[in-house]
């Protein structure tokens, strides 16, 4: 008989320094699932029962489902589905269901998810005589309207963007990565990024294992202090944008990806709004020239104009009355203009900035320390409300050379920094010569991006679970597209996923999905 305190030959202990060493994710699943079958984990994934969901509701439904599958009943599959299909069903969604085993939740939620998955194919491709082209068409659109779509939120955080890198490795090779992105700052860089290659490419691991153009062995405190002789923090951004190489517009991003690439950028002049660049509201804006304004940190380089293609091909200044500095200062995670945007009600967090993640703690868990994250939000409000009554003292008696510092800082304290999903860089990861691009070595950098992996690797399931009925949606909705107006010269897909994605031809334009805001 095994013994209670040993999983293979290994302790508990042993077992949760195996997860914090890992290097790839099958030792750390290996370690986990070990794990879970010795604390008692994998019994209650395998027991339905749970206070956090209705289990009785979607055991039946689940059984409901296997039946008709079984049975290739079609029309009753269909009229099942059309009573709804939502991310959270019962309560199979909340977070906390995540909590409690390493490997994932229950596995009636697992089965369940599949079990609809399987079940939008078969209807999907059931014959004519049973259920009509336009009736498919009907269903899968309202389906794929109130189910919603995922996105990948990249915040800023300067020289911690290697753990971007290792988040989406990580998304990329389990075929979860989001085809709606964001970035500022550093998340814009790491966007600009995945503009340029399809997801073929990027499973090679050039994300993984991409290295900025930056200047090694100089003090980063002497740089932004003008000490370094022809070097300055202005010659050190444009060199490394210089090394991303990216010349496209976000419209050629998108007809050479399927992805919906969205870089936050923040106005320099006081009463201006901020912007989210993107295929739909700029299409022919240069990624590089956002990129370059996300990146510009205020008071370190300056703001910058943004700069399009013109209707004669060539490069000309956009809004060229405005200038642009770092997006994560006004819209670190812009969850709302995506939800409008895309159709986007699931959001995934890889969260760096190092104003934030001293301070947060992930708020969809209920066994975090809810003392000090009272504290915390205390103080952040605390905080906001002096610099709001200070910026409109200022400006109430004409000192205004200061308001402009003083309202980035309230912009900064005012937003939220957690999602869905929330994928946090762990403090004991995080340096401050870090944020200023000071490594001691490539093994600093090769640890930030393993930090941003084994940060992924126990959000997997609920990832998994939150985007597969999604990603299918997609994929049936381009099959039903092709069957509807018949298939495109090249045979791209609608979204460019992971899943389905091909290669098109120089000059083949994507038809821009613009999903309605979803139930």
């Not at 030959?9 to 290097?23: D, I, K, M, P, V």
């Not at 879970?36 to 206070?51: F, I, K, P, V, Y």
């Not at 939502?86 to 229950?106: E, F, Q, V, W």
């Not at 945007?341 to 703690?361: E, K, R, T, W």
Request: proline letters at 5%.
């Amino acid at each position: 008989m095994m013994s209670l305190k040993k999983q293979n030959g290994f302790s508990l202990q042993e077992l949760r320094q195996c997860l914090r060493t890992a290097t790839g994710f099958k030792d750390w699943y290996d370690a986990a699932l070990a794990l879970d079958r010795l604390s008692g984990a994998e019994a209650w994934r395998q027991n339905d029962a749970s206070e956090f969901y209705d289990f009785l509701d979607i055991r039946a439904r689940y059984e409901q489902l296997v039946t008709l599958l079984n049975d290739k009943n079609h029309e009753e599959l269909l009229y099942v589905l059309n009573e709804g299909i939502h991310g959270n069903m019962s309560g199979i969604g909340r977070p906390i269901l995540y909590d409690r085993a390493m490997t994932g939740t229950k596995c009636l939620i697992d089965e369940y998810v599949t079990a609809i998955a399987d079940a939008l194919w078969v209807v999907a491709r059931s014959p004519s005589n049973k259920i009509s082209l336009q009736d498919k068409v009907d269903f899968f659109r309202r389906a794929s309207h109130c189910y919603g779509r995922s996105a990948l939120m990249l915040s800023g955080g300067a020289g911690l963007i290697y753990s971007h890198h290792g988040v989406v490795q990580t998304l990329i090779e389990q075929d979860l990565l989001p085809n709606v992105i964001s970035g500022a700052s550093a998340g814009a860089w790491v966007s600009g990024l995945l503009a340029m290659y399809t997801n073929e490419e990027l499973k090679s691991g050039v994300i993984g294992d991409y290295r900025y153009d930056l200047p090694i062995h100089l003090n980063p405190l002497r740089v932004l202090a003008g000490l370094e002789p022809g070097v300055s923090p202005l010659s050190i951004k444009q060199c490394a944008l210089d090394g991303i190489d990216n010349h496209m517009t976000f419209q050629e991003a998108y007809e050479h990806t399927g992805r919906y690439i969205n870089i936050s950028i923040a106005p320099a002049e006081k009463h201006q709004n901020s912007r989210l660049m993107n295929a739909i509201t700029s299409p022919n804006v240069y990624i590089r020239s956002a990129m370059d304004a996300s990146g510009s940190v205020p008071g370190v380089v300056p703001p910058v104009t943004l700069y399009a293609r013109g209707a004669d091909g060539k490069p000309k200044p956009y809004l060229p009355t405005r200038k642009w500095v770092d997006g994560s200062f006004a819209e670190d995670l812009p969850a709302k203009r995506l939800s409008r945007l895309f159709g986007v009600n699931h959001y995934i967090v890889s969260m760096i900035n190092p104003v934030a993640v001293p301070f947060v703690d992930d708020p969809k868990l209920r066994t975090r320390r809810r003392i000090r994250t009272m504290t915390n939000t205390m103080m952040t409000d605390v905080a906001t409300d002096l610099l709001s009554g200070l910026e409109h003292y200022l400006t109430r008696v004409g000192v205004s050379v200061i308001s402009p510092a003083i309202l980035m800082a309230h912009g900064v304290l005012n937003q939220s920094y957690t999602g869905d999903v929330n994928i946090i860089l762990e403090k004991k990861n995080f340096h401050w010569r870090n944020v200023l691009f000071s490594y001691h070595g490539e093994e600093e950098i090769e640890n930030l991006v393993l930090a941003g992996k084994r940060n992924t690797w126990p959000k997997l399931a609920m990832i998994r679970n939150a985007t597969l009925i999604g990603q299918e949606l997609d994929t049936i909705m381009e099959s039903l597209d092709q069957k509807e107006f018949g298939a495109r010269p090249s045979g791209g897909k609608r979204n460019g996923g992971a899943r389905n994605s091909s290669e098109r031809s120089k000059g083949e334009r994507r038809r821009l999905t613009l999903p309605s805001v979803p139930c």
